[in-house]
């Protein structure tokens, strides 16, 4: 084997052997010694923080439906919806959490760490539908106001409140995820959901003002509508493998023709494998094969240091 072919297999230098009582495509999705630490997994995502507020929201949001039909209280039936929506997307949530943990396969080279966002835009789309029909029935209620009962309303409001105070905190300690910052924003929703329903309750037990119902409905829901259409761009982001927002994808091309060697660069990509993991493909017009190897070194160091990307595969292609 010459020089210029050995140079070129530093793209994929194997320097330690492959674990062979792992899966049959281990030593295929192996990174070794050089290799970028970017395992294709992610780890320390917390399961049991999403299973328990699963468990409370969807819990709670049983009796705020009963008790929401039963009092003809929009605000209380709105924040039973935004319950149930998000029992869906704390289940979504779990899934994805639990998928993004499993290695890469035959089928899934990159892994599942793209389950998160997939997951977060779904709860997003589903958030959407329910601010729609939460507006929509407001404004028929403001039309053909309803009896409400104040103070049915107020209590199950209060209790409600605190049970998404407290799912609220425990998915706060987990903010490393998108998908469970997703989950966090149906979560607030619900809070304000539970305060405007105290709200209502209160205005309506003591005045006897039915029009406060919709009205603080219709609030709650443009204020989630702004925290959800945030979720929904990160994520959209995400899945269309764009560039990721803290690079600058036109420097980092003349950052890399500006390495010794380097004459031109062309087909650079660079995107995220999984949210915050940013990976860059892209070919390498080189002075020479013999200088591969020094290039090499000073592109990964430069795209480390001053990019932070990590996971990099570059084509060389030699001027001579």
């Known amino acids: ?34 290799d970028a630490k970017h395992a294709h997994v ?51 949530a779990l899934l994805a959490q639990a998928m993004s943990k499993r290695p890469p396969s035959a089928r899934n080279s990159f892994g ?22 939460i507006v929509i029935e407001a404004v028929q209620r403001f039309a053909a106001p309803q009896a409400v009962q104040g103070s049915t309303v107020l209590i199950v409001a209060g209790v409600g409140l605190a049970v998404n105070l407290g799912v609220a905190w425990l998915l ?28 209502a309750g209160a205005v309506i037990a003591t005045t006897g003002w039915m029009q406060a119902d919709p009205l603080l409905s219709v609030l709650v829901s443009l204020l989630i509508l702004r925290s959800t259409v945030a979720i929904l761009r990160e994520s959209y982001h995400s899945l269309m493998e764009a ?24 087909d650079l990509h660079v995107w995220d494998m999984s949210p915050g993991e940013p990976a860059l493909i892209g070919h390498l017009h080189i002075r020479s094969m013999r200088e591969w190897p020094d290039v090499l070194l000073l592109v990964k160091t430069m795209l480390l240091e001053k990019h932070g990307i990590d996971h990099i595969t570059l084509q060389p292609e030699a001027h001579e």
């Open 1 to 34: 084997m010459n020089r210029e072919s050995d140079a070129t297999l530093l793209i994929y230098t194997l320097v330690m052997q492959p674990d062979q009582t792992s899966s049959p495509t281990a030593h295929l999705h192996a990174h070794h010694r050089g």
């Open 42 to 92: 992610i780890e320390g995502r917390k399961t049991t923080v999403l299973a328990l507020a699963l468990l409370l929201t969807l819990g709670f949001a049983t009796v705020e439906v009963v008790f929401g039909f039963i009092s003809n209280s929009l605000a209380l039936i709105s924040d039973a919806g935004h319950m149930v929506t998000d029992a869906a997307s704390l289940g979504l």
């Open 112 to 133: 599942y760490g793209r389950a998160e966002a997939l997951a977060a835009f779904i709860n997003g789309l589903a958030m959407l539908a329910v601010v729609a029909w």
């Open 172 to 199: 706060a300690r987990d903010q490393s995820s998108i998908n469970t910052r997703a989950a966090l924003v149906h979560v607030m929703g619900d809070v304000l959901g539970s305060i405007a329903a105290l709200a």
């Open 243 to 266: 560039v990721p927002k803290s690079i600058d994808y036109l420097q980092v091309g003349d950052d890399l023709a500006a390495v010794p060697g380097v004459l031109s660069v062309h």
